[in-house]
């Protein structure tokens, strides 16, 4: 199977041959399974770096940007500094794929060269406009102002969008008026009205409230400011990176960004820099008046709202996959260790595997899930069903590699009846709930559920705990679920906070909670209850560097059995991500 990640290799440098020579879109369309295993040259020496997230081969990476498919090619651009492994002298970045999994990079697509961006290229977006892509960013400006921008591609006969041209007539939206001209920034996608607009929607801070403002296009050139914003919040402070798309009431389906008939409604997240969390509202979208109005039960209360990811993740985007039909989300996972170790190794940052998302059945909460195409990756598989965890037990799960692993259990509790007392103040809060206990803490009804990243270092444990407790309150029972980093790792100046959140299912429906984490070396993914919370960690195990192994355990701490249901685990294979290596290239057409 090495052959296949060859030939992936060989497509796009075809691609790039050919888009000299006006390339057919057809030529474009061509996806190949993942290889089992990669050739010697092509493994890295860096312990901490991931087998098949997306990142850079070095430097700093930081917000998705204009994700899309475009003639058989996905494109992602992403917030890069072309110079080095520290936030600064920000550009796009630019790698595309056949499917989604294993990418190519190439050269930066928009850098700091006028004087509406000469201090940086910030996040934007990518909208078709006559079937052609159109980039709106945000630049820093020669007087230090947030303002708008456009770009399009140079060269219509390159499929792989390497070049793009500037518009003469930038900036396109100015800070005016009543925006403050620091906080003013990420065009989202733009979509289409009814009444022959076009409308994207830009993160601002007026006179210290939040607001997402709408500005209005005949030709997607010359924009004019709404009268109303399409949202606003009293209480949250700076919105940023804000994402607006309909979701489907009756399908997992993803829409084009400018649908807004038939059964949908709206989604509108927004990155929140006080929290440094992305935050999402469902609601309805106002075409005639221009506003979001979010459903009845929110309230103006950001600790109330749901969260993308209840983990280490921020400035989320998503986009419409129209080969696939779906929308997919990517977040920036951002660094848990120090600048100085960022600077050692020669890169920081890195993105989410691609999730595709949509609307629960109950119309109030996201589903997230891994795209499906993270099965090209799976190699060796082991299997657990219906194992008795009892109290104080933790069960090894062997014969794969666990730092790279999908792993997917479904426990089944026997009883609610030891469920501890609910306080309401736990939803508050629920991080701190989880720093307050630890997965050693006996509870009525867990802690159960993982252990991953596990070994032990000079008489020490490392391990990193994923865990559910289960309470009552007055009327229903409520899960927690947590992510422990106390323990993850004995090296000096790494973060290890403990993240929280109350898991939106109903356990007392059949007694069962389902948990799926992805392990790829210095990050944890995991998704509960098919994907209606996520949790995302940066872990920095101490063990990597001298080269012990990682061990993986199911365990339950609480005072009453759990069961397993069903446990499934897969050695995941290391994916083409990214990789500067010319002889690889060369020796790929011998």
Known sequence: MARVIILHAILIQIIILLSKIEARPSLLTLTYPQIEELGSELKEIDPDRTAFHFQPSKNWLNDPNGPMYYKGLFHLFYQYNPDGPLWGNMAWGHSVSTDLVNWEALDVALDRTDPFDINGVFSGSVTFVAGEPVILYTGIDDQQRNVQNIAFRKNGSDPLLREWSKSGYNPIMLPVGDIDPDNFRDPTTGWFGQDGHWRTAIGANLEGRAEILLYKSQNFKNWTRNEFPLHKSQSSGMWECPDFFPVSLSSKDGLDPSVNTGNIKHVLKVSLMKTLQDYYLVGKYDEKKDVFVPDEWYKDDYRTWPMIDYGHVYASKSFFDSKNNRRIFWSWVNESDSEADDVKRGWSGMQTFPRAIWLDTDGKQLIQWPIEDIKLLRKQQIQLRDFGLQSGVKHEISGILTSQADVEVEFELPSLEGAESFNNSFLLDPSKLCDEITPSDEGGIGPFGLFVL???????????????????????????????????????????????????????????????????????????????????????????????????????????????????????????????????????YI
């Open 454 to 588: 596990t070994s032990d270092v000079e008489g020490q444990e490392e391990y990193t705990a994923i865990y559910f407790r289960i309470y009552k309150s007055s009327d229903r029972y409520m899960t927690l679920m947590c992510s422990d980093l106390k323990s993850s790792s004995r090296r000096e100046g790494v973060y290890k906070p403990a993240h929280g959140a109350f898991v939106g299912v109903d356990i007392s429906k059949d007694k069962r909670i389902s948990l799926r984490t992805l392990i790829d070396h210095s990050v944890v993914e995991s998704f509960v209850g098919g994907g209606r919370t996520c949790m995302t960690m940066r872990v920095y195990p101490k063990h990597v560097l001298t080269g012990q192994t990682s061990g993986l355990y199911v365990f339950n701490h609480g005072s009453q059995e759990v069961k397993i249901r069903e446990l499934n685990a897969w050695e995941m294979a290391k994916a083409r991500v990214n990789i500067e290596n010319d002889d690889f290239i060369s020796r790929a």
